[in-house]
């Protein structure tokens, strides 16, 4: 199963080729931050056939990948398309970069912000 994965904004996009499959037949599970992705191709059976020529696959399609824990698992979103299997996979608020302002009074204040945009240097830590 080939597939691209890329961060857009904030979320990952992941699209996989599974051409031929029913989008029924495809699984998708998320379980202790792996994600799995199964489907399943059967040949078409029609009686009185004679093959030629086989180089289809057929059978099982299985990919399993760890998310860590930056992607907000509750939040996946899936699609399929003219045979591509697309996930949607949003960062966790708790992953994204925020910047920490100290009060006069030594008090913390939090909040999610793009560190490097703030920055003239772009660099600040984040967490």
Known sequence: MPMDVYR???????NADLPGLDPGSVRIDVDN???TIQGQRTPAAAEQE??????????SYLRKLFLGDGIDAE?????YRDGVLSLIMPIA???KP???HIDALGEV????????SDSPSGRELAN
Do not use: M, N
Request: aromatic share 8%; hydrophobic share 35%.
């Open 8 to 14: 857009q904004g904030d979320h990952y996009v992941l």
């Open 33 to 35: 931050g792996i994600l």
């Open 50 to 59: 004679q093959w030629v020529a086989r180089e289809r696959f057929t059978g």
């Open 75 to 79: 939040k996946i979103s899936a699609g």
């Open 93 to 95: 608020d708790r992953a």
């Open 98 to 100: 925020r910047r920490i």
């Open 109 to 116: 204040h939090s909040e999610t912000t793009p560190a490097a």
